[in-house]
C-alpha cells in the first residue's frame, strides 16, 4: 500500500529550545534523504528554526511536522510548524523585514520565507500555522 503523502514522517512538540534542535536536524536528515544539497539542506533547516524560535517565543509551545511530499516528479520535503497561541494581529506587517514585537530584529518570517520554494502562513486567536516546502526534479544531476 502506497504512504499518503501527508503523513508526517516526524512529529516534534516544540517547548525549549532543545526540541529546536531536533527538528533542525531531523530536518537536515530528511532534506538530504530526498537528495538535497548541503546548502538546501542547511536553508530548510535555518527556517525551521525560525518558525519554531518563533513558536516558543510567543505561543510558549507547538508542533512541528517534517514530512516527504515527494511526488513521481520531485522529492519535496514539508514542514508544518503551527501553535495555540495568541496569534498574529497583522500577518501582513509581520512578514515584513523589520517588524517585531520582541525587540528582536523582525527578520525571521520575511528571512524563511526568502529560504523556501513554497511559504503558506495562516494566523488567528489560537491558530498560527506555517507550512513550507522545497522541491528537486528527482533526474536532477
Ligand atoms: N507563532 C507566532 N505567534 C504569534 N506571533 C508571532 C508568531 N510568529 C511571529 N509572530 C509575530 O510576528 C513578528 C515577526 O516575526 P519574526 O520572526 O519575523 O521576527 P521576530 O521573531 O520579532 O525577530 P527575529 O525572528 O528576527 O528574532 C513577531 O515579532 C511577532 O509579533
Ligand atoms: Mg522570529
Sequence with gaps: MMTSSSDADAIIAICTTADIVVARR???QL???LGFGSAD???????????????????NH???RI?????GAFNCIKVVVEDHGPGITNVAQ????GYSTG??????????????????????PGLTRVTISMSTRKDAP
Excluded: K, W
Design 31 to 33: 532534506a538530504a534523504c
Design 26 to 28: 531531523l530536518t537536515r
Design 67 to 71: 514530512s516527504d511530499a515527494s511526488d
Design 62 to 64: 507547538g508542533e512541528c
Design 94 to 97: 509581520a512578514m515584513q523585514d
Design 103 to 124: 525587540g528582536s530584529l523582525g527578520a525571521g518570517l520575511p528571512g524563511t520565507r526568502r529560504l523556501v520554494h513554497s511559504f503558506m502562513i495562516e494566523s488567528r
Design 41 to 59: 539542506q542547511t536553508r530548510m533547516a535555518t527556517a525551521v528554526s525560525e518558525l519554531t524560535r518563533n513558536v516558543i517565543e510567543y505561543a
